[in-house]
């Protein structure tokens, strides 16, 4: 079982190696023959922001306990509760929240998850080491940003599709259809993620892995005022 004190020092360990390719030099470790491969627990990409090391930091800690598949699927379950709750967030970063309150919302939480589906109890101390630290109000991001890794880790690309309102699933096929058969698919598997912001008033953004398509009626209005103010 992967305690909570073991997840913490993960986190501290990937939090002072940080994501921007500065590594230190380790001393290889030599094994002989009769000893299994140990899988490669560093996260196959970099995210960023404070989210996205603890989402490392999980991400390592469920590859050294062989519990990633499981986290995995408890992190996306977590991220539909988000979806379906949108005053979670809220409660999630009020600052009155007592060591009795944050206790409370773990046991619900790990209730949306599957509490027995959690492989050596990964999650569940991922969570409290979050309440720990009073940072449960980062989980949100910490599920974007694992899905994200669980992607890359699976040769999976993005493809973050943004509207003004929900569009429908045949016309969000349509788009995943395009996109995996131009050159920005990099021949791999699409992972549709689609996304609603009203501030773009219509049209589209998508994102395909670090590329940016804006074709949003806000980008277009924007760029006429600038037109606009360069000639007046």
Known sequence: MLSRQALSGVLRSTATRGFAGRTTAAIPHVRSYAQPAQPDSKPPVAVYGLDGTYASALYTAA?????????SKSIAALAEV??????????????TLSVGDKKQIIQELQRHTGAAGDKGDT????????????????????????????????????????????L???????????????????????????KVNPDIKGGLVVEIGDRTIDLSVSSKISKMNKLLTDTL
């Open 168 to 194: 429908d699933q045949k016309i969000i096929q349509r788009l995943e259809a395009a996109v995996s058969k131009s050159e920005y698919s990099q021949g791999k598997k699409l992972k549709v993620v689609p």
């Open 82 to 95: 988000f979806k379906k709750d949108p005053k979670l967030p809220i409660i999630l970063t009020a600052p």
């Open 123 to 166: 999650v569940k101390n991922f969570l409290q080491t979050l309440a720990d630290n009073n940072r449960l109000g980062l989980l949100e991001g910490v599920c974007e940003k694992f899905s994200v890794l669980m992607g890359a880790a699976r040769g999976e690309v993005d493809l973050v599709i943004t509207s003004a309102a929900k």
């Open 63 to 71: 590859v050294k306990s062989s519990s990633l598949d499981s986290a």
